[in-house]
């Protein structure tokens, strides 16, 4: 048995024996044990990351990420690089494609595009040449929806901007078909039409078509124009579906299940998806298999239609586009921007390529090939990795210290005593040791440091928790910094622990599918509010129970958030005026607009709200004007207050003048702008609880923390796939929450440098 004490090399070292002996259960537990007491140990985190990948439970890039994190040294990245193969890419063509609506036929270098001017277009992909089949320049927005290319590329289909479903013939651009689609039911989302999604497929001989909308789905045969209607489920079922090359076998995937047509026969597989609805079903080249992606859960599923048996669960990828090998053992997924290779038998990812914005792609004609198109038009062939090295895991030298560790029990009794710069002193020798840096009992003591301290910059920052993949629709971190809360997009809300880590409970929210579920926690961790189509709720977090209704809306809930004493709930409104309610009785108290508030300032409330022209109203809780401030040439993007109302932040946003610039309230002035970050183009920022420090999010998917006294940046605290939306920080300061859209939840926890001063700040 492992002693309390033991130090990250030590238990590292044991998991590696562990490892050797096959005791893999046992080598898990050891290498977390070796992460907890250095969250950022090189060896420990190589050898964990290669055992999870190795299981399909992580990705070969993640494993990447987290070891440039630890900074390890260059021999452990280049094993990782090794068993995953080189990338090698046998060539490109350019495309000058105007929409990422592109199919690729499954056996032929054929694509066909749809663009937003309403233009369906041929392409060979060996030369890029192409064939425009159908469309004008319209002078408006008319977009082609969704387009579809035979097996072996000799027929394309398309919905059309007029809205008839065409089928034409590659060869020589005649048109084959016009078949007039029904319209189909309209999607809204409280006061929102939401666009139609659509998507058609066709048999390899383009005689038979199969088109799906808003939860309807419809077949036909061109030969005499016959129709059938195939199932009509709600307007959110989404658009996935598949046919076979014979016309013989359909497929569509809801939150039903999945659907399959064949021989005039119709069964259902139940259990398929989670969340919004599958974007993408394919079916494998004899039929037997099918994949389907759920970005909900950042998964893609294979199934054998036979029996209804899960073949394989491929975690870690918001895929748009899925593609099965001739054989049925492989898989690729693509999406934002990311490419993956998936061995089907074990689940796990062999390879990840990095590319801009990937739309479509297919295993190429020839073997061990893939081809994969760009939002931008770039097709590019590749070779796939055929494997066979295996690298091994890695023990670390073990260094102990006895001297280091009577410091820190030095350092111990003097915080006790309340001697926090003798302390401070001790620990500073203790963390400069190795094996020390990050040990907990070491970290404990550090931020156990009193008034005595102050932080004056960022020694580290390190992935602590993830708390959801895929698809988020809101998360919160308490000011407490112990409880955290996510929402998936199929409504499900999730309370987190955030010290010790995993899940405590499920809240029984009432979603529905037209409206996202947004989440707030109070500063004290123990009530959440909810905001719903139609309510905004506040529930218990220790017991899960609904304590009560606030408002009825029409699906405008956009935001809730407490204030800062945790007694009134502020809920912000699409197309409707914001409005503040008493949590204790439930009533309104005033209706406000406000992108930020000033809880605690001295003379009440300060109000700051954004406006599409640049400027910064500051306002009352009475809707007095304060001051009116010229923050940017174009629109806001993002606005914070320091809690005593003294000093605001603004972003110009993603659409804006891509600066942050931070204004003393009481006189409108700028006192400074924070330095710009090459790449970062900075939109969403906040101040943290410490005046002095704010965190902000760019379009280069990146979490900063800032030195607001001097403009300028600390450090990149994380990194996600996708545009960050949200920030929180708790009031320790020790950790970020960051969440995204496309990219899940995640907690970073902070390492702060501090010296002897006057107190925290």
């Not at 890039?61 to 990245?77: H, I, K, P, Q, S």
């Not at 955030?498 to 029984?508: E, I, K, N, Y």
């Not at 900063?704 to 450090?715: A, E, K, P």
Request: aromatic share 6%; glycine share 12%; charged share 25%.
């Amino acid at each position: 048995m492992d002693r309390p004490d033991a130090t990250a090399d030590e238990l590292t070292g044991r998991a590696v024996d562990l490892l050797a002996d096959g005791e893999v259960t046992r080598a898990e537990e050891a290498l977390r044990a070796a992460l907890l007491a250095d969250p950022l140990h090189p060896t420990a985190t190589y050898d964990l990351g290669l055992l999870r990948w190795r299981r399909g439970e992580t990705t070969d890039d993640e494993v990447l990420g987290a070891l440039a994190a630890a900074r390890t040294d260059g021999a452990l990245v280049a094993e990782v690089e090794r068993e995953r193969g080189a990338e090698v890419v046998l060539g490109e063509v350019k495309l000058r494609l105007r929409s990422s609506t592109v199919r690729i036929a499954a056996a032929a270098p054929v694509a066909l595009s749809g663009d937003e001017d309403g233009v369906v277009t041929a392409w060979d992909l060996t030369d890029g040449a192409p064939r425009v089949l159908h469309g004008e320049r319209w002078r408006r927005y008319r977009p082609v929806p969704a387009v579809a290319v035979g097996a072996d590329g000799t027929r394309g289909a398309a919905v059309c901007a007029d809205g008839a479903i065409r089928v034409w013939d590659l060869a020589d651009g005649r048109c084959l078909a016009t078949l007039d689609r029904p319209p189909v039911p309209a999607k809204s989302a409280g006061c929102h039409v939401l666009e139609d999604t659509h998507a058609v497929r066709l048999s390899a001989d383009g005689r038979s078509v199969l088109w799906a909308a808003n939860g309807t789905v419809r077949s036909w045969r061109t030969t005499d124009d016959h129709s059938d209607l195939l199932h009509a489920g709600a307007v959110f079922d989404g658009e996935a579906v598949d046919l076979s090359a014979d016309g013989r076998l359909a497929v569509y995937a809801d939150d039903g299940g999945l659907r399959v047509w064949q021989d005039g026969r119709a069964r259902r597989i139940p259990g398929v998806p989670h969340g919004p609805g599958p974007v993408a079903v394919v079916l494998g080249a004899d039929g037997r298999l099918a994949a389907v992606a759920e970005p909900g859960a950042a998964t893609v599923t294979v199934w054998e239609l036979a029996s209804g048996r899960r073949v394989a669960t491929l975690r870690g990828h918001v895929a748009r586009s899925v593609s099965l090998s001739q054989d049925g053992r492989f898989l690729l997924s693509a999406g934002g921007h990311t490419l993956r290779y998936w061995e089907l038998a074990g689940g796990r990812c062999l390879r990840t390529f990095r590319d801009d914005r990937v739309v479509a792609a297919r295993f190429g004609d020839d073997p061990g090939t893939a081809v994969s198109v760009r939002a931008g038009g770039a097709v590019r062939t590749r070779r796939l990795p055929t494997g066979g090295y295996v690298a091994p895991y890695r023990a670390p030298a073990v260094r102990r210290d006895d001297e280091a560790a009577g410091w820190l029990a030095e350092a111990e009794r003097a915080t006790a005593a309340g001697r926090d710069t003798d302390a401070l002193h001790l620990l500073t020798r203790v963390r400069a040791v190795p094996g020390y840096e990050r040990a907990p009992r070491a970290l404990a003591a550090w931020r156990a440091l009193g008034g005595a301290v102050t932080r004056v910059g960022l020694r580290e920052a390190w992935p602590a928790r993830t708390l959801a993949t895929g698809l988020v629709t809101g998360a919160d971190l308490a000011g407490s910094g112990d409880v955290a809360a996510t929402c998936a997009y199929d409504g499900t809300v999730q309370i987190w622990d955030v010290v010790r880590g995993g899940h405590v409970r499920t809240v029984a929210a009432r979603p529905r599918r037209s409206h996202p579920i947004v989440v707030a926690l109070s500063p004290d961790g123990r009530r959440l509010l909810t905001g719903e189509d139609d309510t905004v709720r506040l529930w218990s977090v220790d017991t899960g129970e609904c304590l009560r209704a606030i408002g009825r809306y029409d699906g405008t809930v956009r935001a809730v958030e407490f204030t800062a004493d945790g007694a009134r709930a502020y809920v912000r409104r699409w197309g409707g005026p914001d409005e503040l309610w008493e949590l204790a009785t439930g009533e309104l108290v005033a209706p406000l607009r406000a992108d930020a508030v000033a809880w605690d300032r001295p003379d009440g409330p300060l109000l700051a709200a954004s406006m599409v022209d640049g400027v910064v109203w500051l306002t009352g809780l009475d809707g007095a004007l304060v001051r009116r401030i010229e923050a940017h040439s174009q629109r806001v993007g993002a606005v914070s207050l320091t809690p005593d109302g003294r000093s605001l932040l603004t972003s110009g946003g993603r659409f804006g003048d891509e600066t942050v610039r931070l204004w003393d309230t009481a006189s409108g002035e700028l006192v400074r702008q924070l330095a710009a970050e090459p790449g970062h183009q900075p939109c969403g920022v906040r101040f943290t609880a410490d005046p002095r420090y704010a965190v902000g999010t760019g379009r280069d998917c990146t979490v900063h923390l800032w030195d607001v006294r001097t403009g300028g940046c600390l450090g990149v605290v994380g990194r996600h796939d996708q545009p960050v939306e949200r920030l929180a920080v708790d009031d320790t300061l020790r950790y970020v929450l960051s969440w995204c859209h496309h990219d899940g939840a995640r907690v970073w926890e902070l390492d702060w440098a501090l010296a002897a001063g006057d107190g925290r700040g």
